[in-house]
């Protein structure tokens, strides 16, 4: 099992730039699949950015792509999305995930693992 701890979140103009970080508890953190998902109000949770538990492969949203990037670093528990080029519509609350699946995927349902989430906001 994995407990997994947002941060990072915060008001922001568009334009700007925010880094969240994840910081995961419990056992062989290298071995998921880690992800990030968002969901505005009113609107379904949606996917972001996941990568493998190797680091080597990452997928990421079109409407982010180029503008956000996900890292990991299996030393210290940690997965981190940095967020540039920030949009009002990028505002949401952004959760962390993690997979036990075998093969990485964009699917919520994949990830059987969630944090508690972290309120980002964009001001135009």
């Known amino acids: 099992q994995v407990q997994l701890v947002e941060s990072g979140g915060g008001l922001v103009q568009a334009g700007g730039s925010l880094r969240l970080s994840c910081v995961a508890s419990?056992?062989?953190?290298?071995?998921?699949?880690m992800g990030w998902f968002r969901q505005a109000p009113g609107k379904e949770r949606e996917f972001v950015a996941t990568?493998?538990?190797?680091?080597?492969?990452?997928y990421y949203a079109d409407s982010v792509k180029g503008r956000f990037t996900i890292s990991r670093d299996n030393a210290k528990n940690t997965v981190t999305l940095q967020m540039s080029s920030l949009k009002p519509e990028d505002a949401a609350v952004y959760y962390c995930a993690a997979s036990a699946r075998a093969i990485q995927t964009t699917r919520g349902s994949d990830y059987g693992y969630w944090g508690q989430g972290t309120q980002v906001t964009v001001s135009s």
């Open positions: 419990g056992r062989a953190f290298s071995t998921y699949h």
């Open positions: 990568i493998s538990w190797s680091g080597r492969s990452t």
